[in-house]
C-alpha cells in the first residue's frame, strides 16, 4: 500500500513490509521486558554482532552483544549499555542468570552480581 517500505515510502508506525504484506510486531508503547529483547535481539543481529538472550530466572530478559572480546549488556526496556550491575539499584537478589547462544548456553550469574 501507499507509504509501504517496498514502494519507497518507508511504511509507519509498528508496521513492517515483508513480500508486500504488512506484518504487525507489536501496537506501540506495548510490550514487557521480552517483547523489546526479542525484537532488539534480531536488529543486532541484522546489524552483525554476535548476539545472545540472557535471562534472570527470577523475571526479566535483556541482550549481550560481543564488543571488542566482551559480552556487553544491552537492556531495551531500560535504555542502558553495558550495566551489568543496575540491577542491583533494583534491589535484585538474582537467583540464576543464563546467557543463551547459538553454541549453547552459560551461567553469567557471577557477571551480574556485586563486584
Do not use: Q
Not at 533494583?90 to 547459538?102: L, S
Amino acid at each position: 500500500g501507499e507509504g509501504s517500505p517496498t514502494e519507497g515510502g518507508g511504511g509507519g508506525g509498528a508496521a513492517a513490509s515483508c513480500a508486500g504484506e504488512k506484518l504487525r510486531l507489536r501496537p506501540p508503547n506495548k510490550g514487557r521486558c521480552g517483547e523489546y529483547s526479542a525484537a532488539m535481539f534480531k536488529i543486532l543481529e541484522a546489524l552483525g554482532y554476535k548476539t545472545r538472550w540472557v535471562m534472570d530466572w527470577t523475571d526479566h530478559v535483556w541482550v549481550e552483544i560481543l564488543v571488542n572480546g566482551h559480552w556487553a549488556h544491552v537492556d531495551p526496556c531500560e535504555a542502558a549499555f553495558d550495566d551489568k550491575t543496575m540491577y542491583l539499584g533494583w534491589g535484585k537478589k538474582h537467583t540464576y542468570v543464563v546467557a543463551f547462544e547459538e553454541e549453547g548456553l552459560e551461567d553469567v550469574t557471577f557477571d551480574y552480581a556485586l563486584p
